[in-house]
């Protein structure tokens, strides 16, 4: 990642004016958060966008578990986090795996999200590859595009590699 010199910095934060600074100034208050052109604002937006289908796919995972078998670990005196850690986890880590799996590969190419964020500062892999892919460099382009085939390629052996494992009691 290249250093950025103080008149940068200077600069975006004049024109951080996303929408939360927006609706502040209604009211008369400068909010500027800093999330613009930085790292930091890249990956909270990454996960922003991430957020709704992670959600969907563990709320699925635990409305399966039967209502029985947490009322079962509560009158056996199980708190919170021992139901959680020795109930729950085990029967939807397979489901997290998944979650996380294709948030994973949707991030490591991701294009949109930090090209409209600045896609300059920091430079992701799908930035990186469309800037050599303009700028000519064709062979580099393709090494990157086999680097990020090779992250999701590893990805999803460890996604196909969990949900095939078969558990003690399944094989009875």
Known sequence: MRTRTKAREKKDRRNDSGLI???????????QLGLMYNEK?????NLWFNIPFATMLLASAM???PDSIIEAAQDAGAGKAKLFFNMILPLT??????AVTFIFMSNIGSFTTPYLMDGNNPQMLGIALYSLFNNFHYEKAA???????????ISAAVYIHTNM????????
Request: no cysteine; proline share 0%; glycine share 6%.
């Open 41 to 45: 604002g890249v990956i909270m937006m």
């Open 165 to 172: 494992k078969e558990q003690e009691w399944e094989k009875k």
């Open 93 to 98: 880590y397979k489901d997290v795996f998944i």
């Open 63 to 65: 409305s399966a578990i």
């Open 143 to 153: 090494a990157l595009s086999v680097i990020i085939f090779l992250f999701s390629a």
């Open 21 to 31: 600074n927006r609706i502040g100034q209604l009211f008369g208050l400068n909010l």
